[in-house]
C-alpha cells in the first residue's frame, strides 16, 4: 500500500506523545473516536498509522504518520486536509514535512517547466537570474511601465509585478499588461536582450482564467501568482490545466508559522505546479536563518520523483551591497528577486539596476573562476 | 476615503511598537522602503495609516491600522493580501480582527440564505438546528447511505458528509451523493419530514464547479466546502456566482492562530457568503474557551452592513450529555453538529440520533418557557 509521510511537531511531554500522535492519525482521516471503527479495512487501509516517535530537538516531540494515499482521492485539496487539515485548528500541532509517494507525485505532476524552462526562455544558462518588482501599488500605468523600461534596458532578466498589483482603480490589470510588455519590446529592440514581464494574476478563479488568457494573448512569457491567496488548487489547475508558460509562485498569506516553510514552499508549491517559487531570504526584515534558506533552496532543486526542479527566489532581503555574497550562497540555480532597494534614487533607478546586473554577473564568473 | 481597518497583534515592546506598525501599514500595501515614497498621492491614497496603538492585555502591543478601500480592488484575493499577505509570514504579526467599509460589503455580499434561508428550507423556526455528519471515511457507499437513512428516519435536520470524504476509489463523489438523496427521501416518505443531506465539494474550482452542478441537479437542498482547502477566492466565487443552495463553511486548514477565529470564521467566511459557518466549540477537543465561542457566534448575527446573518455551527465538544448545555449556551440561532457520538453503539445510531434530536428540542421548550 502506498502512503503519504507527514511529520508533525507534538507540544507535549513525552508521557502524552503516543496518545496524542494516535488521535492525529485518526483526525486526519477517519474523524471518529476509536470505538466507532469497528471495521478492519478502516483500520488497516484507512486511518493513519504512527510510524515514529521521538523527542524534538526543540522540546516536543516529532511523530511521523503514514496515511494510505487513497485517503487522498489524488486531489490537490484533499491532500491538504490528510496533511494539515482538521489539526491545523489544534494549538499543540504544528505541520514539518510532508514525504509523498510516487503515485501522488505522478497525479499531481509538479512544474511543466522549472528552472531549466526559465533559463531556456531566458537564454541564461550559466549565472543565477535577477529579478525585480514593479511597485509601488498606486502609482499610475505609465509611472509603472517607465520603471519596468528603466529595468529591461538595465538588463534585468525578470520584471514581475508586485503582488500587491491586482486590478486598483489607479492601474488596471489589462492597461498595465499592455504597457509593460510594450516597454520591455521596446528596450529589447535596443538592446537585443528580451527580459520577461511577468504579470500578477489574483482574484476568483474565473479571474485568474480571463487574466492568464489575457496576458498570455499578448505575449506575456510568464505569470505571478500568490498560491496561499488564491487557493492551492486554484493554483494547481492554472498550473497544469491551463497555463502555457512558466509560473512563479509568491508566498503572501503563507503565514509559514503552523506549516514549516520547507513543507509548504518547498514540497507543495513545487507540486502543485510552480517553476519558481519566491521565499524570504536570510538577512531581511523576516525572521529565516540561512540554513531554513539553504534547505528551502535545496528541497525546490532536488531530484524529486518525475518532478523538475523548480527555481529558488530568494527575496526581501537583498540589496546592492549583499548581492554578490546572495550568489555565493545559492550558487547558480537561483534567481535573486531585489525590489525596493533599485529605486532608492529616482533619478537613478535604470543605474542601480545595472549594476544590479552586473554584480550578479561578476559574482557569477567568480564562483566559477574558483570552482 | 472609505477604509479598512485591520487589528494586528505585535509581540514588541512598547518602545519599538509605533516603528514596527508604520513597517506593517506599509508591508501591506506599497512594500517599498519609505525613501522610495515620494509622490503626495501614494503616501496620502494608498498606504496604510496607524490609527491607534496600545499595549495589549496578554502582552505585546496592540496596532489598528487603516487601508484605503482601493487597495483591495473590491477583490476577495486582493482583500486577503492587504488584510494579512506578506505581515502573516512575520513571526511577530498576528491579525485580530477586521472591519470593513459598506462599500466591500457590498461589493462582496456576503450569505445569499444565512440562517434564515436555512430555516426557511427545513421548515424549523423555533429551535435550534441539529447536524451530523455521514463518516468516516473508508466506508462503502452503501453504508455511508445508511448511516444517512439513520440519521434522517431520527429526524436529524442536517445531514452532511464528513469534510473528508472527496472522490475516494472506496466511495465516488457522484454515487454517494444518489444514495445518500435516496436515503433522505426515503426517509422522508415515511416520516413526512425532510431531512437535508449536504454533499462535501473539494478539488480543483473546475471539480467543484462540476460536483455542484451535480449535487444541484440531483436534488441536493445544501452543500458543504472548506474555504481554507478549496481557497477563499474559489469558495466565494462558488457562494456568489454558482451556487442557487446554501452552502456550510468547514474550518478545516484554518490554522487558526495567526489569525484569530473571530476574524477568519467570523467575518471572512460570512463575507465571502457562507451561509453556515462550522467550528469548534468549547469542551472539546480543540482548544476554543467559551467566550472565544460566544463572540464567535455573536460576530455570524450581528447586523453587518446588507450582509444577511450567518448560522453558527458549534461542533466538535457536542456529546449527548452536554446537547441541553450547549443548546442553553447558544440559544435558539445555531445548529449543533455532533459527529462521531451519535455511531458509538453500532445497532443504535438511530436511537442515539433520535435522543439528540429530542433533546434539542427539549431544551429549547425550556429556553422559551424560562424567557
Avoid at 482538521?86 to 494549538?91: E, I, P, R, T, V
Amino acid at each position: 500500500m502506498q502512503t503519504l509521510r507527514v511529520t508533525y511537531h507534538l507540544a507535549v511531554g513525552g508521557g502524552a506523545a503516543a496518545a496524542r500522535a494516535e488521535e492525529v492519525a485518526r483526525e486526519q482521516t477517519v474523524e471518529v473516536p476509536r470505538a466507532v471503527l469497528r471495521d478492519a479495512f478502516l483500520e488497516e487501509g484507512v486511518v493513519g498509522r504512527v510510524e515514529s516517535l521521538a523527542p524534538d530537538a526543540d522540546g516536543g516531540q516529532r511523530a511521523s504518520i503514514a496515511y494510505p494515499v487513497e485517503t487522498t482521492g489524488f486531489d490537490p485539496a484533499q491532500l491538504l486536509n490528510v496533511v494539515f487539515g482538521n489539526s491545523s485548528l489544534h494549538d499543540d500541532v504544528r505541520c514539518l514535512d510532508v514525504e509523498l509517494p510516487e503515485s501522488l507525485l505522478a497525479a499531481l505532476g509538479g512544474p511543466r517547466f522549472g528552472i531549466q524552462g526559465l533559463r531556456d526562455a531566458l537564454g541564461v544558462h550559466d549565472r543565477p537570474l535577477t529579478c525585480t518588482a514593479v511597485k509601488p501599488m498606486g502609482l499610475s500605468t505609465r509611472a509603472l511601465a517607465d520603471l519596468c523600461g528603466s529595468f529591461a534596458r538595465a538588463g534585468i532578466d525578470v520584471i514581475k509585478d508586485d503582488h500587491g498589483l491586482a486590478d486598483q482603480a489607479w492601474s488596471r490589470f489589462e492597461e498595465r499588461v499592455v504597457a509593460c510588455l510594450e516597454a520591455t519590446r521596446r528596450a529589447a529592440d535596443a538592446s537585443g536582450r528580451q527580459s520577461l514581464y511577468v504579470p500578477n494574476l489574483i482574484g476568483t478563479p474565473e479571474r485568474l482564467r480571463r487574466g492568464l488568457a489575457f496576458a498570455q494573448e499578448r505575449g506575456a512569457g510568464a505569470v505571478l501568482v500568490s498560491p496561499m491567496l488564491v487557493g492551492m488548487p486554484a493554483f494547481f489547475e492554472l498550473c497544469r490545466e491551463r497555463s502555457s508558460v512558466p509560473v512563479l509562485a509568491h508566498p503572501a498569506f503563507g503565514g509559514a508559522l503552523r506549516i514549516a516553510p520547507r513543507a509548504l514552499f518547498g514540497k507543495l508549491f513545487r507540486l502543485f505546479g510552480a517553476d519558481a517559487v519566491i521565499y524570504v531570504s536570510f538577512g531581511s526584515r523576516f525572521s529565516q536563518g540561512r540554513a531554513e534558506c539553504r534547505e528551502l533552496a535545496d528541497t525546490l532543486l532536488r531530484p524529486w520523483g518525475p518532478l523538475l526542479p523548480a527555481c529558488p527566489v530568494p527575496a526581501g532581503g537583498i540589496r546592492l551591497e549583499n548581492v554578490a555574497e546572495v550568489v555565493e550562497f545559492y550558487g547558480r540555480d537561483a534567481m535573486l528577486l531585489v525590489g525596493g532597494d533599485l529605486q532608492l534614487d529616482p533619478a537613478g533607478v535604470e543605474e542601480r539596476s545595472r549594476r544590479f546586473v552586473e554584480t550578479v554577473a561578476d559574482a557569477a564568473r567568480a564562483l566559477r573562476g574558483a570552482a
